[in-house]
């Protein structure tokens, strides 16, 4: 663990320079510097004042290893994602998203859709109307698993329900190999992005025809990797743009 180490991945995360940080925290440069390089320690109150201003906890600043984060997850981008249409399917079962997403497989074969577009898009978000009897007593979840449908695509096999997402801006963040532990490195990617969200001041954005949250599983170069987005009110700039369709 290196508190210095994290000082500065957490100020080139925000994207402030070393001036900037000091003129925040009323010190010099030079004591920005040597926080870094672990040459003195800062104060309580301004251990404090940097978990504040850096959005995470106290204890992770100065216990945790963040920088050993970046093996596992990428930097966090904003993206414009270009509007689609897709089928969706939800199931509430004690391991929902292996059920819904075999489901929404057959279903894409059974459509034609992957015959027309064998390397099609399948998303997926937690359905959290499930109570918590369903929960606590029987060990139910639910998921949703829908694909993105390219333009003009047509069928008549049932067994879905057909959206349409607007266009709209998402924090991103990928997971390399999210499923060595799952109910860690998954959530932990979405706490990463509400802490840059509050960081640099962005704020969810709850709207109508658009998905609050989702994510994106895929192969990329023999390793299993997991995209995060997490929904945030329209920004003028990003990083890139993603068109599913």
């Given amino acids: 663990m290196s508190l210095g180490k994290n000082i500065q991945y957490l100020r080139k995360q925000k994207k402030i320079t070393q001036e900037q940080l000091a003129e925040i925290m009323s010190v010099s440069r030079q004591t920005i510097s040597r926080w870094e390089a672990d040459e003195i320690v800062p104060e309580l109150n301004k251990l404090v004042v940097l978990s504040d201003m850096f959005a995470c906890k106290l204890d992770t600043l100065v216990k945790e290893d963040m920088i050993a ?10 993206k414009r994602v270009k509007a689609f249409r897709m089928a969706r399917y939800v199931m509430v079962t004690p391991n929902p998203e292996d059920d819904v997403n075999a489901y929404m497989d057959n279903w894409a074969r059974q459509s034609g859709l992957l015959t027309l577009r064998p390397d099609a898009v399948r998303i997926g978000w937690d359905f959290p109307f499930v109570s918590s009897e369903l929960q606590n007593r029987f060990g139910l979840r639910g998921y949703v ?22 266009e709209a801006d998402y924090a991103v963040i990928t997971i390399y190999d999210p499923f060595v532990a799952a109910f860690e490195r998954i959530p932990n990617a979405y706490k990463k992005i509400l ?51």
């Fill in 145 to 166: 698993a829908a694909y993105i449908l390219p333009d003009g695509f047509e069928t008549n096999c049932p067994g879905v329900e057909y959206a349409n997402q607007e």
């Fill in 69 to 78: 984060c970046d093996e596992i997850y990428s930097e966090i981008t904003i």
């Fill in 195 to 245: 802490e840059f969200l509050q960081a640099n001041g962005f704020r969810e954005k709850a709207k109508d025809g658009i998905l609050s949250c989702f994510e994106h599983e895929y192969e990329k170069e023999g390793i299993t990797c997991m995209d995060v987005y997490i929904h945030v009110d329209s920004v003028s700039k990003t990083d890139s743009f993603t068109n599913f369709s």
